[in-house]
């Protein structure tokens, strides 16, 4: 599963987070959105922050950041490995 971040002040997260919920994703991948704004989503998020920086909209497969694209109205995650 992907787990995706967003907030709601993000602009560019408003239209991944559109078409994911109409499951517009490339391959099928599942997909789980956490909003930072709510005090569970930013517990989690905050140590990735110290890692990776804290640039949203980001998503996360095993640990591992994968970038994310809309390609053809289709959110697309590329993941390592």
């Known amino acids: 599963m992907i787990r995706l971040y967003t907030a709601k002040h993000c602009a560019p ?20 959105l956490i909003d930072i704004e709510t ?16 640039a949203i909209p980001i998503a996360y ?10 390609e053809d109205d289709v959110v697309c995650f590329s993941c390592p490995g």
């Open 61 to 70: 497969k095993d640990g591992k950041v994968c970038k994310v694209t809309i």
């Open 13 to 32: 997260c408003h239209d991944i987070t559109d078409l994911v919920k109409q499951g517009k994703v490339q391959n099928g991948d599942k997909v789980e």
């Open 39 to 54: 005090d569970d989503g930013f517990a989690e998020f905050m140590p990735l922050v110290e890692e990776e920086g804290s």
